[in-house]
């Protein structure tokens, strides 16, 4: 059973490294990035909601959000373990998350940090060519990571959860850093020490 929460700024490659963790533990990845996105394209009221703060690069309200997680949460292919990918984003939404997870009897296995300098992560970004990676959003998103989401870091860290991970390096390696983090090789089993 694996309960993962990918922390790191936009750019980090949280996005890149959860699909390979999928396939590796066979556990879903839940995004709140994605599954907003999806709402937008479908231009459900809730992805009406969402859209102006996504435009802008900061948070969608509290209540929508948790209410996603919430009830994807609840899915039938959830209930082996899943992995968390840009939720929570604030100590609100952690909290709100620590209810959830309390309710339902489950427990984190880990909190991994993805870090990379600032003056990489807006190249990266710059690259990618998403409808929000213009400059101004971008920098507006790493302000709001910086503020509101980095402060997580210390939320887990007083339940020794957090695991930083160097996020310079190619996807291989920052992929082994992970799961050599997380307590498995890379064939699966749990490392003795
Ligand atoms: P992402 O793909 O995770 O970078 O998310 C893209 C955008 O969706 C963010 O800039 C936010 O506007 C919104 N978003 C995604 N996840 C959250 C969240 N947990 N809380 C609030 N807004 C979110």
Sequence with gaps: MMRLILLGPPGAGKGTQAVRLTKKFDIPQVSTGDMLREAREKKTLLGQEAESYMKEGTLVPDPIVIGIVKERLQEEDCHHGYILD???????????????????????TAVISIEVPEDKLLGRLLARKREDDNETVIRERLRVYAKQTEPLIDYYRSRDLVKIIDGVGSIEEIFEKIVKAIGMNSSGYSQVS
């Design 86 to 108: 840009g939720f929570p984003r604030s100590v609100a939404q952690a909290e709100a998350l620590d209810t959830t997870l309390e309710s339902m009897g489950h427990a984190l």
